[in-house]
């Protein structure tokens, strides 16, 4: 059986190669190094060491992930040819070393292939050493090739592996800007664990990619983030201002508050969230997107003091939810269409709801929801199963006979029966609305806008003209309302 022996080649220095590793190089009927661009490899060659390496591979390929599948290749066809292959990577086999995945990957089903990794003192030991980290208290090692996959960590220390030039600098600058800021400080450190070669240094994010001596050989270290007050925030920041609001210390309004009055709060900043996107406001939006997400919070840390849920079982519950309620995505079902997508989504909520008759799918429609999409969703819900008009015309033909309902009982003394009448003339019209695919919550506030426009026209038409709206007749303000109407005031004014 042929041998692989893959070896860590330490930081830097001579004198942090293990003689377990020195004995293997030595050994070797072929020494294969990642790359010569380690400082290790003067040492390597006083010792008349002979080796080969890949640092053609990087010039042939700028793509980093392509040069380590090919290294991993070219490592197991020559472990065929040879009996003791050794392949010496610089700092520690397992640490920041893809080409050692991607080998131990090729070879899980090769039975005539024996793999030995040999330890070593790695890049991460010489930087905590240097930098005097205590790794006791949380330590995140990214490669800098992978923090589109590899999420920091602003609680503990982060360590950023193989920033190889400015480039890969500047990218990471970009990515660390958007979680902690520009004025984060961070440090740069060249040549970790040797004595007189290395180099730290201290500095704001926004000026890593400006330092000159950057090479293969440079790691990022971004300390953990102590305190509340930042540059930049996140989810788990939020969650624990909340939690502090509602402390023995925190806010006298905020601890009072329970989920039954906080109900107004969620509705009226949902609503702001649409008259944002209907100004086309992207701050706005993304502020008051920010206010519902704070009641989210708010309900989770009441529920979480009660013991009845928290925030993660939140998050968990719609992630589940989404990955079941789309097994077109992540599951292997084929659904092509958007139309297929939402009746198998319907088929899924039923199930999971175990509603068993279709009155209960309507009674499922949510009691206080806005009274126009209620009765849209209901309407729609029935016509499912058949219970709808055939044509437009027959809902038609709904409005009229309710509006003569409602003419004989509206000067009668039976209050409850106009608000009954009144209620089916406004459910007729909702069908029309629905056949004529018109969402009637947004069309009735569409009218209301109209005709707060149209109102402002007649305000300012009484102004220029000195009159108070309160001394004028109702014909007089119909009559501006009329020239509103014909002048097209309010779509000229819809800005």
């Not at 240097?130 to 503990?156: F, V």
């Not at 100004?279 to 989770?300: C, N, P, R, T």
């Not at 309507?362 to 709808?388: I, T």
């Not at 629905?434 to 009484?462: C, G, M, Q, W």
């Amino acid at each position: 059986m042929n041998k692989l022996f893959i070896v860590g080649l330490g930081p830097g220095l001579s004198d942090s190669i293990t003689i377990g590793t020195l004995t293997k190089l030595e050994e070797a009927d072929k020494l294969f190094l990642r790359t010569e661009k380690h400082p290790i490899v003067s040492y390597l060659k006083e010792k008349e060491i002979i080796f080969d390496t890949f640092d053609k591979m990087y010039e042939k390929n700028t793509v980093f992930e392509k040069v380590y599948e090919d290294i991993a290749r070219e490592i197991i066809n020559a472990v065929k040819k040879y009996r003791n292959v050794v392949y010496a990577v610089p700092g520690h086999p397992y640490v920041g070393e893809k080409s050692v995945e991607y080998i131990l990957n090729f070879c899980k089903d090769c039975a005539d292939i024996s793999i030995e990794i040999v330890p070593a003192v790695s890049s991460v030991d010489a930087i905590i050493a240097d930098l005097k980290i205590d790794p006791i208290y949380g330590l995140k090692i990214i490669d800098a090739l992978s923090l589109d996959t590899q999420k920091l960590d602003k609680r503990c220390h982060n360590i950023i592996l193989q920033i190889y030039d400015r480039l890969v600098a500047s990218e990471i600058k970009l990515k660390l800007a958007e979680i902690y800021g520009d004025n984060y400080e961070v440090t740069l450190i060249k040549n970790a664990g040797m004595k007189k070669r290395k180099i730290i240094k201290t500095m704001p994010i926004y000026s890593i990619d400006r330092i000159s001596w950057i090479d293969y050989l440079t790691s990022l270290y971004i300390p953990p983030i102590e305190g509340l007050f930042q540059e930049k925030y996140d989810i788990y920041d939020l969650l624990e201002i909340m939690k502090i609001l509602r402390s023995e210390k925190g806010c006298p309004w905020d601890k009072e508050q329970t989920h039954k009055s906080l109900e107004k709060y969620l509705i009226e900043e949902s609503y702001e969230v649409i008259d944002a996107i209907e100004k086309e406001s992207d701050d706005k939006i993304a502020e008051e997107l920010g206010d519902v997400l704070l009641q989210v919070v708010f309900h989770s840390q009441i529920a979480a003091e009660r013991g009845t849920f928290n925030f993660d079982e939140v998050v968990d519950g719609i992630c589940k939810k989404m990955i079941g309620r789309h097994p077109h995505v992540f599951g292997k079902e084929e659904i092509k269409t958007s139309k297929a997508v939402l009746e198998k989504w319907d088929e899924l909520k039923k199930e999971e709801k175990d509603l068993n008759s279709y009155t209960e799918v309507l009674k499922d429609v949510p009691r206080y929801m806005p009274a126009l999409m209620r009765s849209y969703k209901v309407q729609e819900k029935a016509a499912k199963v058949g219970f709808d008009w055939d044509r437009v015309e027959d809902a038609f033909s709904k409005i009229y006979e309710e509006l003569e309902e409602l003419k004989e009982v509206y000067k009668g003394k039976n209050k409850e029966k106009v608000i009954e009448e009144i209620g089916d003339l406004i459910f007729a019209v909702v069908n029309v609305a629905r056949f004529l695919e018109v969402d009637p919550e947004d069309a009735t506030h569409k009218t209301v806008e109209k005709f707060i426009k149209r109102f402002s026209y007649i305000e300012n038409s009484a102004m220029k003209n000195g009159q108070k709206l309160e001394d004028m007749t109702l014909s007089d303000m119909d009559k501006l309302w009329n020239e509103a109407k014909m002048n097209n005031f309010d779509k000229k004014n819809e800005k």
